[in-house]
């Protein structure tokens, strides 16, 4: 069973760094989330075969990090899960997008190639982004924001109770596992013949406790609306923060900083 814990503590993990104290951490998380929102969009648009234009991105993060002292070691963690997508997204415009743009030491370097790097360049800001908003945001406050706008509110409330409640999920397959294990001592692993049972087992059990949950919640008072007691401040420093990041971001959209430099390092 230590797997499925190992799984909830690494949920934790992430979210007991959201509570540290730091002048990232002191933002408002509507702040945070609107330049979250900016950067995201600002790094999908860059055009597909232009992976030099994505580089400068990486200040943002990387400001973030040095003052919100957040350590890398979870967030590449996490970062390593969606990377492999990307890797075989990317793998098939190198296989597919085969026309020659232009060779480096008489190597071709196709159109493919370029895609690829601007699709795994692309994949790593946007997780990396949203995962520093996680690690220097409480998850409640993220979901406070989200739902207090009314076009973001279901989305908002699905996000909070699909993060809340995956504990219970890993704790009723740690449950079934467990029981498993006992009933089948010399057994390393679930067969496959036992797998269909199994997962039955824990989506009924799953959907039990889940109904034991919403009714717990409806007597609390829950009628479809997150209710936070403590409403965040938006102050000077959020708004000069949101003035300052948007100008750097959009500046680095439009303006070509990684072939400026280049130039001035040739000349």
Not at 68 to 76: A, G, Q, R
Request: glycine share 6%; aromatic share 10%; charged share 15%.
């Amino acid at each position: 069973m230590g797997r499925f814990h190992r799984a909830g503590a690494s949920i934790d993990h992430l979210e007991r760094l959201g509570r540290l104290s730091s002048p990232v951490h002191s933002l408002s998380c509507a702040a945070k989330l609107a330049v979250t929102f900016i950067f995201i969009a600002l790094v999908i648009s860059i055009p597909r075969e232009t992976p030099g234009r994505l580089m400068p991105f990486f200040i943002y993060p990387a400001i973030l990090l040095s003052l919100s002292s957040t350590p890398l070691k979870p967030l590449f963690a996490r970062l390593a899960v969606a990377l492999p997508f990307a890797l075989a997204m990317a793998l098939t415009n190198i296989i597919f997008e085969r026309e020659p743009v232009f060779s480096i030491a008489g190597l071709a370097v196709t159109r493919g190639v370029l895609s690829s790097a601007t699709l795994i360049l692309k994949t790593t800001l946007c997780v990396f982004s949203a995962l520093l908003l996680i690690a220097t945001t409480p998850f409640s406050a993220i979901a406070g924001v989200l739902t207090k706008n009314r076009l973001l509110r279901i989305f908002g409330l699905q996000i909070m109770m699909s993060y809340r409640y995956i504990g219970v999920l890993i704790e009723e397959a740690g449950n079934s596992w467990t029981a498993y294990m006992l009933r089948s001592p010399s057994a390393k692993a679930i067969k496959l013949r036992d797998m269909g049972a199994f997962l039955g087992g824990m989506l009924l059990r799953s959907m039990d406790k889940a109904g034991r949950v919403y009714n717990a919640m409806k007597c609390r008072g829950f009628y479809g609306v997150y209710v936070s007691a403590k409403t965040e401040k938006f102050g000077a420093e959020d708004i000069i923060f949101m003035f300052t990041a948007s100008l750097i971001l959009v500046f680095l959209r439009f303006f070509d900083l990684s072939a400026a430099l280049g130039a001035f390092v040739v000349r």
